[in-house]
């Protein structure tokens, strides 16, 4: 475990030239072959399929188990990928083109298989072969296991953007970490969430090429020392403690039918030293494999628990893990030899996707410093044109901020470069203000209520751009959270609105909707989503709205038999689909929605609302919680015994159903979001930072229940107020209410149905009679409740009345609903990427020749 570091870069080899189209012989009289890529046809994909059971898989086609029969399949879809992906790698090192380097901690990419046959047009030559075979590509499909590598939006987001780059013929690649067990796997026992391990790589995985010969290693821990070069200048040298090795996997990311296939390259750490033969003929087992155990904690699990000294030191080593190699995968391998690194501007930009990965900062400073021997003005001046950052939150407490203490000791070299970026920045801010306040407010290192190193602040001070990712979470971003790195760098600040791709989240997980609109339109909505636009005059062709009405349904119809099969939950598909799905934390205010299904649940069981004047409705959520988040999941062994309860009860259960499926994923919400028709997203205004379910519930054809919060806005004035759901404060109003002094009692006390709801909680119905279980939840929404739900529950409440009204004309709903569709196709995550490529990176499309294939 303990060793002295190895060197850090890759080996200075001769290039290979790339494949080509036809036997050539060069004049080192090399001969290469061309590999042909399997026939785009029935008996072609038979051929490659069966080849891949035989001789891959080693077995047949009678004695295969469903493992082996869809390995076979995911490798002959590989293999109709394999070429283009090599020729795009090949022509990208021949081209040496300006690209992107999308560094994320997660990448949450959902299964791969259909993505796959959708680039490549194979989906019904898959189809065919297979049945011909006597299989069922659907069959296979349900097989492959999601990779959890992501917790939420901002992974998902990630891999939106990855997939619209390769669309659009961006080169890019993709960096992030291979997580042995992801996210974890949720469950529910007495309702309450148990985090178990995301087993996804039990069975193997087809979709990642290991290559452990391009392994790195990445150092940590020891001292510096400062020392003469040979030019008589002093610099400083790392002498690390102990060092892992970090093995890449490759992703194909294709783009659609264009021959591009980018990479995604995620990292595995394992140990330099594995395993320590002498220790072990000792017998002291454990202890021989102890270095191997300790490295690879480091990719074990996404965000490991951080409560404890321990888990913060894991989260920083896995993000330096990642950074570190990714950073130096790029500068030795993919730019190649001899390149000169003062133009490693011109050739990439380092996208920072959150805090995360901001330690690539000071990794590409000592990198272009220790390594390469630049002076500390020549790195800086190069790391600040090759770094642009995204912030993804508006919350102080998701600006991570590491302590020195831990800094210093796990990344001393990084802390010095720290200190000096800091020192530097500070003394330009004083020469040109005398305010110390100031001054001390906007330094990289915290010093209460203990020293730290901002990452949000380090990432200000060194990038070239800062975005947002919504109008109102950019201007916020400006105004409060960075509002002094604002003033004096108002050019750095941009924004680019979040987007999500419509190959997944239409073209694959809404094939009926999808099938309409290219009957009516066309099909080049699918790379170019503002296309929807000539769907809106179908809004007035009653003929057009009730096709629109069935696909909905149809959508609802395959949702039962799918969370039957998966979660043992029944629902009612001819209910009013309301879904509230995003992971779970206070400011998200899953308790608000609670709150309103408790109040239906009480004045309902009591008589003082009659069933027959509700509009019957399945509330579906899809929640995980961290597991160090004690009052999240508590909130979510609510909601599971309220659904209990409106399951036993005999007037409720007529009219109200709540679902909750275990272990929310991609998948899930490739089958939930086509059947929704009402979308909750009801955070406090000017807290959520964008949101991108939102975006999916509208392009499928769902409305929205909303504040005025992130992309909420952008949604709201696209669709029209007409078309969307408005309630509770603007930002505004919710900052006025906070700096007056928020009483949430107050509205407890003023408001008899929310009284009755909160009461009905601390009564014991919905906990077996026990009045102290839901005491955590009900006194922090009576005491503190942070985020204000009873100060808009009045006016949520209100409006989902506007909202039932509006549902039993289902006219004039299934209008607004196409309408949705129709004018939100500016959430494409092919504009979020063209917003980029204007305001940040400056990019040009490469496309790959047709005849490279």
């Known amino acids: 475990m303990h060793q002295r570091r190895v060197p850090c870069k890759y080996p200075r080899k001769p290039r290979r030239a790339g494949s080509v189209r036809r036997v050539t012989e060069t004049n080192t009289s090399t001969i290469q072959y061309q590999i042909a890529r399997p026939e785009h046809t029935v008996d072609g994909f038979t051929r490659q399929y069966l080849r891949a059971l035989t001789y891959v898989r080693g077995t047949t086609l009678e004695r295969a188990s469903t493992n082996d029969k869809y390995f076979a399949l995911a490798d002959t879809v590989r293999a109709y990928l394999m070429s283009r992906w090599n020729n795009t790698m090949t022509h990208q090192t021949h081209n040496q083109a300006s690209g992107v380097a999308y560094l994320s901690a997660e990448f949450l990419m959902g299964r791969q298989l259909d993505n796959g046959l959708l680039a490549t047009d194979l989906a019904e030559i898959a189809d065919e072969a297979l049945k011909n075979l006597g299989l069922s590509l659907a069959e296979l499909r349900d097989h492959e296991v999601e990779p959890g590598l992501g917790n939420g939006g901002l992974g998902r987001l990630a891999a939106c953007f990855i997939d619209s780059l390769a669309t659009m013929n961006i080169p890019a690649i993709g960096y992030g970490i291979r997580y042995e067990y992801g996210i974890f796997r949720q469950t529910f026992v007495d309702g309450r969430q148990v985090e178990e391990p995301d087993n996804w790589l039990d069975l193997g995985n087809p979709w990642g090429v290991c290559r452990p010969e391009q392994e790195l290693p990445v150092s940590y821990g020891g001292s510096t020392e400062m020392y003469t070069d040979e030019n008589g200048n002093q610099r400083s040298r790392w002498n690390p403690e102990w060092s892992v090795l970090a093995v890449p996997y490759n992703y194909m990311v294709p783009g659609y039918k264009n021959g591009r296939v980018n990479t995604l390259r995620l990292w595995s750490a394992r140990a330099s030293h594995a395993f320590d033969l002498k220790i072990f003929n000792y017998g002291d087992y454990a202890d021989a494999v102890r270095a191997q155990t300790f490295a690879e904690n480091i990719t074990k699990v996404l965000y490991p628990e951080d409560s404890t000294p321990q888990g913060k030191e894991l989260r920083l080593q896995q993000q330096y893990f990642f950074v570190s190699a990714s950073i130096r995968d790029f500068m030795y391998r993919v730019c190649g030899d001899n390149f000169d690194f003062r133009k490693l501007p011109e050739r990439i930009t380092f996208q920072l996707n959150d805090t995360h990965p901001v330690i690539a900062i000071p990794e590409l400073m000592r990198v272009l410093m220790d390594d390469e021997g630049f002076t500390w003005e020549d790195a800086w001046d190069i790391t600040q044109k090759c770094t642009a950052y995204t912030c993804h939150t508006l919350l102080p407490e998701a600006l991570e901020i590491w302590p020195v203490e831990l800094m210093q000791r796990l990344l001393p070299r990084h802390m010095e470069i720290i200190y000096r970026i800091n020192d530097e920045f500070l003394a330009k801010i004083r020469s040109t203000t005398s305010n110390e306040m100031m001054v001390r407010n906007m330094s990289i290192i915290a010093e209460h209520p203990s020293r730290g190193v901002r990452m949000a602040y380090l990432a200000a001070v060194a990038c070239k751009k800062i975005n947002g990712v919504a109008e109102l979470h950019s201007q916020l971003l400006r105004d409060k959270v960075l509002s002094d790195f604002a003033k004096i760098y108002p050019e750095k600040f941009t924004n ?50 009730k096709k629109f009405r069935e696909v909905k349904q149809a959508n609802k119809e395959r949702l039962v038999p799918f969370l039957e099969k998966r979660n043992g939950i029944t629902i009612d598909p001819n209910t009013m689909i309301d879904c509230m799905i995003k992971r779970l934390h206070e400011y998200k205010r899953q308790t608000l929605k609670l709150l309103h299904i408790v109040s239906l649940y009480e004045r309902l069981s009591t008589g003082k609302l009659d069933p027959s004047a509700v509009v019957p409705r399945t509330v579906v959520f899809g929640a995980k919680a961290a597991p160090g988040y004690y009052l999240a999941k508590e909130i979510i062994a609510l909601i599971n015994h309220v659904s209990e309860a409106v399951d036993k009860h005999p007037v409720v259960s007529k009219v109200l159903h709540v679902a909750f499926p275990a272990n929310y994923n991609v998948s899930v919400a490739e089958t939930l979001i086509p059947a929704a028709d009402l979308s909750e997203q009801i955070s406090l205004a000017g807290l959520e930072a964008s949101g991108t379910g939102n975006m999916k519930f509208a392009l499928n054809g769902a409305l929205t229940i909303g504040t005025d919060d992130g992309a909420n806005v952008e949604i709201r004035q696209l669709v029209g107020d007409e078309n969307f759901f408005l309630f509770g404060m603007s930002e505004p109003e919710a900052s006025a209410l906070k700096d007056r002094g928020y009483s949430p009692s107050a509205y407890y006390a ?35 409740d942070r985020f204000m739900a009873l100060a808009d529950f009045q006016s949520y409440i209100d409006t989902q009345e506007r909202v039932e009204a509006y549902y039993r004309d289902q006219d004039a709903w299934s209008r607004s609903a196409l309408l949705n569709v129709a004018r939100t196709g500016f959430f494409s995550s092919d504009r979020s990427m063209q917003d980029y490529i204007d305001r940040i990176w400056h990019t040009a499309p490469i496309p790959i020749p047709a005849n490279a294939e």
Do not use: C, Y
């Open 496 to 545: 680019v609105t979040n987007g999500v791709t419509p190959r997944r989240f239409v073209r694959i997980s809404n094939p009926n909707l999808s099938g309409l609109i290219t009957e009516a339109i066309g099909d080049k909505w699918i790379t170019d989503l503002s296309e929807l636009s000539k769907l809106e005059p179908l809004a007035d062709d009653s003929e057009f709205l």
């Open 750 to 784: 003023q408001n008899e149905t929310l009284r009755n709801a909160i009461d009905l909680i601390a009564s014991g119905e919905f906990s077996g009679g026990d009045k102290s279980m839901w005491e955590p939840i009900v006194s922090n929404l009576l005491h503190e």
